[in-house]
């Protein structure tokens, strides 16, 4: 029977083993792969990063956030708002400015919105990503509809990384940095806790434990992560609009999540790649007859969502561990 324990703390060799090769591959790309397919690659890093700090409270504390993107969009906004039009702002004046935005919103809104629960908690939480999205769409002073462009990426000193190899490996470092970081979580006081809020709230209140503050905590965590994928993403993109704090984005990292697997954050990284590359891969569809497949790649999405929840409710990590315990279990 899987425990919370077993679900969230182990993970079974047959995924370490594709933690182990995904990392090995991940590695060599920017040696194999022309700079289009680098840049690729560098946005699905960004946003495993982004599913990870959802997973943290989607997967761990089990609290389904709807406005998730809110804080991934604060911090590119705020690298924007830092660069000058004529120089490159510094990496680490500049990265800590922003995560912190990102956090402080994430504190402010979480302690009203923690308060709640269920259905009132998904609500509201999108109900403040759409006031946080009209307030920078509304007005002409944050940039607008149009949005803001950065001439420079982030001025690092000792490195690059206006290099597009650079670059990408500093990315990696951050996927691996926060993976590490929240798998060590877990094992702590404090990610058991959160595990425990997730399968019995009332109980984990009963026996003295602060849900309310430990619920904040993670929140604001979640958004300070969400706010480190933000950053990558604008200094990577040299543009930020009000759509990275759409619903279609916090929409498109709870589907990372579920599509590689909740509770683990390998799960995530899994969902990550695995949803962009099938974006590509739907929306290249051909057209057969008069009828364009590419162009209804949404349906394509959702079908395959629902047909994975259906048959692989623990998402593709599941599938994967399933697959390899079966084979076990035929050599013995």
Known sequence: MSTPQTHIEKLPRSI???????????????????NFYIDMVNRMMILAIFAMSLDLLQGVTGLVSLGHAAYFGIAGYALAFLTPQGEPVSLYSSLPIAVGASA?????????VVRTHGIYFIMVTMAFAQMV????????????SDGIFLNFKPDAVLIDLENKQVFYFFTLACLVGV?????????????????GIRVNEHRMRALGFGTFSHKLAAFTLAGALA????????AQSGFVN??????HMSAHAIMMVILGGMGNFA?????????????????DLPTVGEFNLGKHWQMWMGLFIVALIVFAPKGILGLINRA????ESGHE
């Open 179 to 195: 993976y590490a970081f929240l798998r060590r979580l877990l094992w702590s006081p404090f990610g058991r806790a959160l595990s």
């Open 16 to 34: 370490q083993l594709v933690l182990v090769l995904g990392l090995a591959a991940l590695l060599a790309f920017p040696f194999v792969g022309s």
């Open 227 to 234: 706010g480190l994928a933000g950053y990558l993403w604008a």
């Open 324 to 327: 390899f315990a079966g084979k």
């Open 242 to 247: 009000p759509e990275l704090m759409g619903f």
């Open 133 to 144: 999205f009209f307030l920078f769409f509304d007005n002409k002073a944050l940039g607008g």
């Open 267 to 283: 799960g995530a990284i899994v969902g990550a790649f695995t949803f962009e590359v099938l974006l590509h891969v739907f929306k």
């Open 104 to 112: 402080l919103a994430a504190l402010v809104i979480g302690f009203l």
